[in-house]
C-alpha cells in the first residue's frame, strides 16, 4: 500500500519536474538574480549590492574551497574509474533485474560511497546506473533509468555526515571556521558522535527503501547508450604510479592514526588522490581519469563563483545575518537543532557550498547555542544535515552523475523532490529528539 502510493506520488512529482525544472545553469542564473533583487531590497544601495557581489565572486578563500571540492570530485571519479571498482562496479550492475531493487540497490551504492567520499558517491552509483541500463537494453529488460539517477544521488544527501563532510573537517581545522569559540571541534565529538550514527545510520536505510518503493510499476527497454572509453583500458601498469600512490596512502593513514596529520579537507584529498592512483597502477590511466573528471566538473566550475557571487550580496545585504539572528530570536534549547536545520537547508538552495556557507552562518549559530549553552558540536552537525538535505532540490551536485548517465536534471528532480519530504521528516524528529 505505502510503496503504491510513494510510486504515484513519484510519477506525478516526475511529470511535473520534467516541464517546469530548469537546467541547473539556469537555475543558477535565476538564483543570482533574484538574489541581486532581494539584496537591493534590503539594503537599499546598489553599491553595496555590486561590491558584495564581486566580492563574493572574488573572494580568495572561497575560491581554494572551490578547488579543495572539485579535487574531492576529480580524485573520487578517478578512484571510481580505476580497474578494481569498475570491476565490482560491472558486478553489481547485473544483479538486479527489476527496476524497484535496481534502485534501492543503487541508493544504497550510492550512500555507502557518499558517506566515505563525497565525490566517490557523487560517481560510483552513476556507472553503477549506467550498466544497469546497458544490461537490461542487451537482455530487452525493462527498467525506468530516471528513478536510478534520482538513488545515485541520494549519497549527496547523506555525505555531509561522512568522512569527506566540510563543515565539521572545516570546524576541525581551525578555530577561525568555528567563529563563537574559542577552539576547534575535533571530529570525534562530530562526524564520530552518537548524532551523527543515529541520523547517518538511519538515512543509510531510509533512502534506499524509499528508492525501492518509488520505482514505477510501467517501465520501459532503456536504449543503449554509447559505450565509452573506460580509463582503466588505456595504458600498461607503472610500478611508480603503484609505489608512489600506496607509499603517501600508508603515511596518510599512519599520520592520521598517530595525530601527526589533521583529518581535514586537505588531507582527505591526498589520501584519496594516492589512493586512485595505487588502485589505477598506469599513470597515463589516472591522467586520462582525471581528465575525463574534469570534463565532468566543468559545468560546476563554472557555476561555482555564480554562487559565491550570491553567497557574497547575501552577507552583505545582512540577509543570511537577518535569517539566522529572526531564527535565534524564536530558538529554544529544544528547538534550535531544527531551527538550524532548516535555516542551513534554505540557505544551500541558494548557495550549495556547505564550507562556504558554514563560515558566514557559524558566527551566529554558535554564539546563539553558547547562548543557550548547547553543545556546538551538534550545532555544527544540525547545520550539516541541512546543507545535505536540499542537495535533493539543488541539482547543482548531479552534474556529474547526469554527464555519466545521460539523464536530465528534471528527468530525476521528481523523485529527489519524494527524498528531500522523506528525510526532512526523519531528521527533524531525530533533531528534535536529540535536542
Same mark, same amino acid.
Given at each position: 500500500?505505502?510503496?503504491?502510493?510513494?510510486?504515484?506520488?513519484?510519477?506525478?512529482?516526475?511529470?511535473?519536474?520534467?516541464?517546469?525544472?530548469?537546467?541547473?545553469?539556469?537555475?543558477?542564473?535565476?538564483?543570482?538574480?533574484?538574489?541581486?533583487?532581494?539584496?537591493?531590497?534590503?539594503?537599499?544601495?546598489?553599491?553595496?549590492?555590486?561590491?558584495?557581489?564581486?566580492?563574493? &565572486?572574488?573572494?580568495?578563500?572561497?575560491?581554494?574551497?572551490?578547488?579543495?571540492?572539485?579535487?574531492?570530485?576529480?580524485?573520487?571519479?578517478?578512484?571510481?574509474?580505476?580497474?578494481?571498482?569498475? *570491476?565490482?562496479? *560491472?558486478?553489481?550492475?547485473?544483479?538486479?533485474? *527489476?527496476?524497484?531493487?535496481?534502485?534501492?540497490?543503487?541508493?544504497?551504492?550510492?550512500?555507502?560511497?557518499?558517506?566515505?567520499?563525497?565525490?566517490?558517491?557523487?560517481?560510483?552509483?552513476?556507472?553503477?546506473?549506467?550498466?544497469?541500463?546497458?544490461?537490461?537494453?542487451?537482455?530487452?529488460?525493462?527498467?525506468?533509468?530516471?528513478?536510478?539517477?534520482?538513488?545515485?544521488?541520494?549519497?549527496?544527501?547523506?555525505?555531509?555526515?561522512?568522512?569527506?563532510?566540510?563543515?565539521?573537517?572545516?570546524?576541525? =581545522?581551525?578555530?577561525?571556521?568555528?567563529?563563537?569559540?574559542?577552539?576547534?571541534?575535533?571530529?570525534?565529538?562530530?562526524?564520530f558522535s552518537s548524532l551523527n550514527l543515529?541520523?547517518?545510520?538511519?538515512?543509510?536505510?531510509?533512502?534506499?527503501?524509499?528508492?525501492?518503493?518509488?520505482?514505477?510499476?510501467?517501465?520501459?527497454?532503456?536504449?543503449?547508450?554509447?559505450?565509452?572509453?573506460?580509463?582503466?583500458?588505456?595504458?600498461?601498469?607503472?610500478?611508480?604510479?603503484?609505489?608512489?600512490?600506496?607509499?603517501?596512502?600508508?603515511?596518510?593513514?599512519?599520520g592520521w592514526f598517530q595525530g601527526?596529520?589533521?583529518?581535514?579537507?586537505?588531507?582527505?584529498?591526498?589520501?584519496?588522490?594516492?589512493?586512485?592512483?595505487?588502485?589505477?597502477?598506469?599513470? *597515463?590511466?589516472?591522467?586520462?581519469?582525471?581528465?575525463?573528471?574534469?570534463?565532468?566538473?566543468?559545468?560546476?566550475?563554472?557555476?561555482?563563483?555564480?554562487?559565491?557571487?550570491?553567497?557574497?550580496?547575501?552577507?552583505?545585504?545582512?540577509?543570511? =545575518?537577518?535569517?539566522?539572528?529572526?531564527?535565534?530570536?524564536?530558538?529554544?534549547?529544544?528547538?534550535?537543532?531544527?531551527?538550524?536545520?532548516?535555516?542551513?537547508?534554505?540557505?544551500?538552495?541558494?548557495?550549495?557550498?556547505?564550507?562556504?556557507? %558554514?563560515?558566514?552562518?557559524?558566527?551566529?549559530?554558535?554564539?546563539?547555542?553558547?547562548?543557550?549553552?548547547?553543545?556546538?558540536?551538534?550545532?555544527?552537525?544540525?547545520?550539516?544535515?541541512?546543507?545535505? %538535505?536540499?542537495?535533493?532540490?539543488?541539482? &547543482? %551536485?548531479?552534474?556529474?552523475?547526469?554527464?555519466?548517465?545521460?539523464?536530465?536534471?528534471?528527468?530525476?528532480?521528481?523523485?529527489?523532490?519524494?527524498?528531500?519530504?522523506?528525510?526532512?521528516?526523519?531528521?527533524?524528529?531525530?533533531?528534535?529528539?536529540?535536542?
Open positions: 500500500m505505502v510503496c503504491a502510493m510513494l510510486a504515484r506520488l513519484g510519477e506525478v512529482f516526475s511529470r511535473w519536474a520534467e516541464r517546469w525544472v530548469p537546467d541547473p545553469f539556469v537555475l543558477a542564473l535565476v538564483l543570482t538574480l533574484v538574489t541581486l533583487v532581494g539584496g537591493f531590497a534590503l539594503s537599499g544601495s546598489i553599491a553595496v549590492v555590486l561590491q558584495g557581489w564581486y566580492a563574493g &565572486f572574488s573572494s580568495t578563500p572561497l575560491l581554494a574551497f572551490a578547488l579543495q571540492m572539485c579535487l574531492i570530485l576529480v580524485t573520487g571519479q578517478a578512484l571510481a574509474s580505476s580497474p578494481p571498482v569498475q *570491476r565490482v562496479v *560491472r558486478a553489481v550492475a547485473r544483479v538486479p533485474k *527489476r527496476t524497484p531493487e535496481a534502485a534501492g540497490l543503487v541508493a544504497l551504492i550510492a550512500c555507502l560511497t557518499g558517506l566515505i567520499q563525497w565525490g566517490l558517491g557523487a560517481v560510483v552509483a552513476a556507472f553503477v546506473v549506467r550498466e544497469i541500463a546497458h544490461s537490461a537494453a542487451e537482455d530487452g529488460r525493462p527498467m525506468d533509468i530516471p528513478v536510478l539517477g534520482a538513488a545515485a544521488y541520494a549519497g549527496l544527501a547523506v555525505w555531509h555526515g561522512g568522512l569527506s563532510g566540510s563543515a565539521p573537517l572545516k570546524a576541525a =581545522e581551525s578555530a577561525q571556521f568555528t567563529q563563537g569559540t574559542t577552539q576547534a571541534i575535533p571530529v570525534s565529538e562530530t562526524l543515529v541520523v547517518s545510520g538511519g538515512l543509510l536505510i531510509l533512502l534506499p527503501l524509499m528508492c525501492f518503493a518509488l520505482a514505477p510499476k510501467a517501465a520501459l527497454v532503456p536504449e543503449v547508450a554509447p559505450e565509452r572509453a573506460v580509463p582503466s583500458q588505456r595504458g600498461q601498469r607503472s610500478i611508480l604510479g603503484l609505489v608512489v600512490g600506496g607509499a603517501a596512502v600508508l603515511l596518510v593513514g599512519y601527526e596529520v589533521a583529518f581535514d579537507l586537505n588531507s582527505v584529498n591526498l589520501f584519496f588522490l594516492a589512493l586512485a592512483l595505487a588502485a589505477h597502477g598506469s599513470i *597515463r590511466s589516472f591522467l586520462d581519469s582525471v581528465s575525463d573528471g574534469a570534463r565532468g566538473a566543468g559545468a560546476i566550475i563554472v557555476q561555482f563563483p555564480l554562487y559565491f557571487g550570491i553567497l557574497g550580496v547575501m552577507q552583505a545585504s545582512g540577509m543570511i =545575518e537577518r535569517l539566522s539572528s529572526a531564527m535565534a530570536s524564536i530558538a529554544s534549547s529544544s528547538t534550535f537543532p531544527l531551527l538550524t536545520f532548516m535555516t542551513a537547508g534554505l540557505v544551500n538552495f541558494f548557495v550549495p557550498s556547505g564550507g562556504g556557507q %558554514w563560515a558566514l552562518q557559524s558566527d551566529v549559530l554558535l554564539n546563539t547555542a553558547a547562548a543557550l549553552e548547547l553543545d556546538s558540536a551538534r550545532t555544527v552537525m544540525a547545520f550539516a544535515y541541512g546543507d545535505q %538535505w536540499t542537495n535533493l532540490l539543488q541539482p &547543482f %551536485w548531479a552534474l556529474p552523475l547526469l554527464a555519466i548517465t545521460g539523464l536530465k536534471a528534471r528527468q530525476i528532480a521528481g523523485y529527489t523532490a519524494i527524498l528531500a519530504i522523506g528525510m526532512g521528516l526523519y531528521v527533524g524528529l531525530v533533531l528534535l529528539l536529540f535536542g
